[in-house]
């Protein structure tokens, strides 16, 4: 069974800083892990992605705020820092990955729970 689990949220005052954490299990191979955020009544949006080759793409909001990273030592594990937050960045943040949970399987999208992160301004 592949269980995302996501650590690292919270209340924080604008400009200043959160670090994410997401591990992943259960999973046979990733192709790319991200980090997804749904604030309300809007959808859910890409804010970041590294992908198995380490190539990394983000949202044109928090270019140069936002760093993905993950654990070289555990490809299973990816981090996303964010400096100089925003109140517009409040939201509930998702990690996901793309991948098999088996040798043969199909790709799929696997999430997290979420994780709330508030910027106060």
């Known amino acids: 069974q592949v269980q995302l689990v996501e650590s690292g949220g919270g209340l924080v005052q604008a400009g200043g800083s959160l670090r994410l954490s997401c591990a992943a299990s259960?999973?046979?191979?990733?192709?790319?892990m991200g980090w997804y955020r749904q604030a309300p009544g809007k959808q859910r949006e890409l804010v970041a992605r590294?992908?198995?080759?380490?190539?990394?793409?983000y949202a044109d909001s928090v270019k140069g705020r936002f760093t993905i990273s993950r654990d070289n030592a555990k490809n299973t594990v990816v981090y996303l820092q964010m400096n100089s937050l925003k109140p517009e960045d409040t939201a509930v943040y998702y990690c996901?990955?793309?991948?098999?949970?088996?040798?043969?399987?199909?790709?799929?999208?696997?999430w997290g729970q979420g994780t709330q992160v508030t910027v106060s301004s």
């Open positions: 996901n990955a793309e991948g098999r949970s088996r040798r043969y399987d199909s790709l799929s999208d696997y």
């Open positions: 259960g999973i046979f191979s990733i192709v790319a």
């Open positions: 590294i992908t198995s080759g380490g190539s990394t793409n």
